[in-house]
């Protein structure tokens, strides 16, 4: 196994390709995401976008290429803790309240000494919405509980899967600033978007999925 050197990308793909009923979805594709760093993934509905972010996080399997975090062959053991992922499915417990959902999060995946759930709710617009169930909240509400989570989690790679559906402009506007924070204190994301993002940290790198 190659030993990791400090030029190591947190994460690369090599040749990677993913096949429906023999029919290529997408691929072969290359790419390194660096610290500090935003990949947008953009295509149509269809183009293979969710294919890719199911294969980052380990939901499927591609039948070709290869992706390492870090220099080494990637497994969810070894990048466990330093990987978040926010897909359609958000992972929330219904019968929970905002509070209790995130405080079940930190539960089991630690949290960052700065953030506390309290302020995390804050900074997402949800004020007087603490003790809510999740299932009286509106989609774009459980939406903004699930972004309080990348507040809260200490992960250096943010992977979302079209972060901004279900969102108002002033949501939208929130996923933006999250990602800028992120990036400029050395995180790095991979998003992906119909073309909605408005990042003002730097030009992020640029992939174009095709149906």
């Known amino acids: 196994m190659p030993a990791m050197t400090s030029h190591s990308p947190l994460l690369e793909a090599r040749a990677l390709a993913f096949h429906r009923q023999d029919e290529p ?12 760093e935003l990949m947008l993934i953009e295509g149509d509905n269809g183009s293979g976008k969710t294919t890719l972010m199911r294969i980052l996080t380990g939901l499927l399997r591609a039948e070709e290429g290869e992706l390492r975090w870090r220099g080494e062959p990637l497994t969810w053991d070894r990048c466990s ?36 759930i309290e302020g995390a709710l804050t900074q997402v617009g949800l004020t007087g919405y603490e003790d809510e169930p999740v299932r ?54 991979l998003v992906t978007s119909h073309g909605a993002v408005q990042f003002h940290g730097g030009e992020p790198q640029r992939i174009r999925l095709h149906a």
């Open 81 to 116: 803790g330093e990987v978040v992922f926010l897909g359609h499915q958000l992972g929330l417990k219904a019968e929970l309240s905002a509070r209790e959902n995130l405080a079940f999060t930190i539960g089991l995946h630690g949290h960052r000494n700065q953030s506390g």
């Open 136 to 189: 009286k909240l509106s989609a774009g509400q459980k939406k903004r509980v699930a972004l309080a989570r990348l507040l809260l989690i200490p992960a250096a790679l943010w992977l979302l899967d079209e972060p901004y559906a279900n969102l108002d402009r002033s949501g939208i506007q929130l996923v933006d600033a999250l990602l800028e924070v992120h990036i400029a204190h050395g995180g790095a994301a």
């Open 25 to 36: 979805v997408f691929g072969p594709l290359d790419f390194r995401l660096d610290a500090g």
